[in-house]
């Protein structure tokens, strides 16, 4: 969840009361929210860096407050207190409206076909004759950075640019460039750099590093421009100074580029509506038109209001309550959707603001509903249908046999699900494409690129990181291991599986035999052909020739058993022999 910091103090001044702490704590509970820390700035430094660096910082307290991450309304000072004070009916929701200026005095952002391959989308908005204070300066760059880090997905998905429109002039040119043909002093800085040296002028960055994988290896970079050449942002890394706001700006251009349009439209009529309060007519927001590489135009924000219906009593069914329908739709009209009964009281119309993009289904309703009248206040009564709770088979007989087992003499061993291509295919003398793996998109490490088929590699590699205990080592474990199956309806299939290892000087197969025998003994499988348990000669490519067996359970295969081969054995850096077992007990259950 995203946390929201607000100084106590000017909350307060915005809220037109003070509260103590605990009342505070309590609002937020009734609003959803929570306070999840009192702080200041100097205890923040000082359990960070220690009491010598937080000396001089300020002792300001601070609200650390945790907001829903779909609630993009609610990231900043203005969208809370607004929130809050609508909550408490101590205001009406604003109307947010969009101006569209005379024919040819709006701002023009003029999409290029270069943008493309890129960021193929933009949209733009102005704040006319808006007032900052250095408060409201910071709540501003802060909503812009709680918003790229949440819904643009740490600028992946739209990157927000913002600019003093006193210093530039329209239309605007959103196009892309060889990195060597884009030079400009980027924010903050003294001289002008090309595309090229910016990217390695932010690569020791702490904060800017993070997003320059985002365009680097592109042949071109998205560059945006005005009339006269000036360069505005080079997204989605950083804005030009030319254009840097302050607190004597008084018309912001706003552009969100991206490649979620939704997105981008999402984040345009938050950052518009959160701080449209400080414009000289407030909730007021100037459009700007956007022209696309095919000749269409569009203009910006949407600022779309939108209507829904809802049954009360599918709302009083889904929480537990008896409200009339006049109650529901005050109770909604608090959390900032305006409601009124229509008809015979059979429906509730409820209008979605620009401001709550989270609201997508009817059940996003009856959440809001449920926060108003209070969770406490939802009265507990005993569920109509009595179940009883059991373990599932499988995990019972999981359960039953790793008592066995440990008695055995064995230990029990957890490993991870998650391995590398190398331990499950290489390292076992098998090609990656024979194991039918399971293959992670986007692994963090070369540790964990597919979803184990198999135990034994995590016990192998148990037995590494312990050769120095005294031997011999006896480990076991009883997992799920998971292969491809393109019959389910996703696509993959677990299998709960026994596995267990014997390492010592010498094999010890006829101690892995005799596992088996006593395991087949506890699932009451008698050693015959017809309907009990057998074992055949076979091969496997991580057992040593002629002494691998393949188990039959009631006809059918289950596992293999065998002395391991001593070149998986080397791989796996052990020096002494082992055997090995592993079998799916899923046909027992």
Excluded: W
Excluded at 239 to 256: A, M, Y
Excluded at 325 to 348: E, Q, Y
Excluded at 527 to 550: L, Q, S, V
Aim: glycine fraction near 6%.
């Amino acid at each position: 969840m995203p946390t929201v910091s607000v100084k106590r103090e000017l909350l307060f001044q915005a809220l037109g009361r003070s509260y103590t702490d605990e009342e505070f704590d309590e609002l937020c509970f009734e609003f959803g929210l929570e306070l999840d820390e009192i702080t200041s700035e100097k205890d923040i430094i000082s359990k960070e860096k220690g009491e010598e660096k937080a000396k001089g910082a300020s002792d300001v307290i601070l609200y650390k407050i945790d907001v829903p991450a779909n609630r993009y309304d609610l990231l900043c000072l203005e969208g809370l207190v607004r929130g809050l004070q609508v909550f408490k009916e101590r205001i009406n929701l604003p109307r947010y409206e969009k101006v569209i200026p005379a024919e040819g005095e709006g701002q023009r952002l003029i999409i290029t076909e270069q943008t493309a391959q890129i960021r193929p989308h933009a949209v733009a908005a102005v704040l006319r004759n808006i007032t900052f204070t250095k408060d409201r300066y910071d709540s501003f760059i802060d909503l812009q950075e709680k918003l790229h880090q949440n819904i643009c997905r740490k600028r992946a998905l739209v990157a927000i640019g913002t600019h003093d429109l006193d210093t530039i002039s329209g239309p605007f040119t959103f196009t892309a460039k060889a990195p060597s043909e884009i030079k400009f002093k980027p924010l903050n800085q003294s001289k002008e750099y090309t595309a090229s040296q910016i990217m390695d002028l932010y690569r020791t960055d702490s904060h800017l590093r993070h997003y320059l994988h985002l365009i680097e290896n592109k042949p071109r970079y998205p560059v945006i421009y005005d009339s006269n050449g000036v360069v505005l942002s080079m997204p989605p890394i950083i804005n030009g100074d030319h254009t840097k706001i302050s607190l004597n700006t008084r018309n912001v251009f706003i552009e969100c580029t991206g490649t979620d349009i939704t997105k981008a439209k999402i984040v345009l009529d938050i950052i518009v509506t959160m701080f449209s309060e400080y414009c000289e007519k407030p909730f007021t927001v100037e459009a700007a038109e956007v022209v696309y590489p095919n000749g269409k135009t569009h203009i910006y924000p949407e600022l779309a209001y939108r209507t829904e219906k809802v049954k009360p009593e599918y709302i009083n069914k889904k929480i537990g309550i008896r409200e009339t329908p006049s109650g529901l739709a005050k109770l909604l009209t608090r959390m900032c959707l305006k409601s009124h009964v229509t008809g015979n009281g059979n429906h509730i119309e409820v209008e979605i603001p620009p401001t709550r993009a989270d609201i997508i289904h009817a059940c996003d309703i009856v959440e809001d509903a449920a926060i108003a009248y209070g969770y406490n206040n939802i009265q507990m009564v005993i569920p109509k249908t009595y179940t009883i709770a059991n373990q599932l088979p499988l995990n019972k007989l999981a359960e039953l046999l790793r008592l066995d087992l440990a008695a055995a003499g064995f230990t029990e061993a957890l490993t991870f699900a998650l391995c590398s291509q190398e331990d499950i295919a290489d390292k076992l003398g098998m090609d990656i494409s024979a194991t039918n793996a399971v293959h992670i998109a986007n692994p963090k490490t070369a540790e964990f690129q597919v979803a184990r088929t198999t135990l034994l590699p995590g016990l192998l590699k148990t037995i590494a990181a312990n050769r120095k205990m005294p031997l011999p080592l006896k480990l076991f474990e009883i997992s799920d291991i998971v292969v491809k199956d393109p019959n389910t309806d996703v696509g993959a299939r677990n299998y709960r599986h026994l596995c267990a290892i014997y390492y010592n000087k010498s094999p010890g197969f006829e101690i892995i035999h005799g596992l088996l025998d006593r395991v087949m003994q506890l699932l009451e499988v008698p050693p015959n052909e017809e309907n009990g348990y057998t074992i055949k000669a076979a091969e496997g490519t991580a057992f040593f020739p002629g002494r691998c067996a393949e188990v039959f359970a009631k006809g059918h295969s289950i596992g293999k058993l065998g002395v391991v081969h001593p070149d998986v054995i080397t791989k796996f850096e052990l020096t002494m022999p082992c055997s090995a077992l592993e079998i799916n007990i899923e046909p027992f259950v």
